[in-house]
């Protein structure tokens, strides 16, 4: 299998198409990564560039939403960039110290930036980001259940 990169055509697609697939290959688990790379053949050759490294960042937050933002408190997190031997370059920034995963999703986002990028969006990506949309809803769902209205009471007199 030959990788040559692939120059998306300049859209604001390609640049929101990147961002949806970093945001599914942060969150996806390191046995879904794992498998899909088992189904590559040949498995592509890749060299790191830097790390996986571990370190931390600073969670900001906003009241309400829309308010003031505060710092939340830090998250570990984990980074790591590779490069495939075409040049393609991918990055992953992960939750948590697993480095493995890291690599793995930097990979994916190498792989997604060449002509495979068809094969993994249909086999990877699209199914990765449905089961997360429905982890997401069902999480929303269950707090929905929990969730206490309360009314305000005005003051007759």
Known sequence: MSLQPHLPEASPNSLASRRLWLSVLARTPRETLEAALSTLDPV?????????ETGMVMVRGRIGGDGASFNLGEMTV?????????????????AGRDHRRAELAALFDCLLQTSLFAQLNQALIGPEQRRQAAERDEMLRQSAATRVDFQTLVRMG
């Not at 592509?44 to 996986?52: E, F, I, V």
């Open 44 to 52: 592509p050759a890749w060299t790191r560039l830097r790390g996986p």
């Open 78 to 94: 984990t980074r790591c960039s590779v490069t495939l031997p075409c040049g393609t370059i991918g990055h992953a920034y992960i």
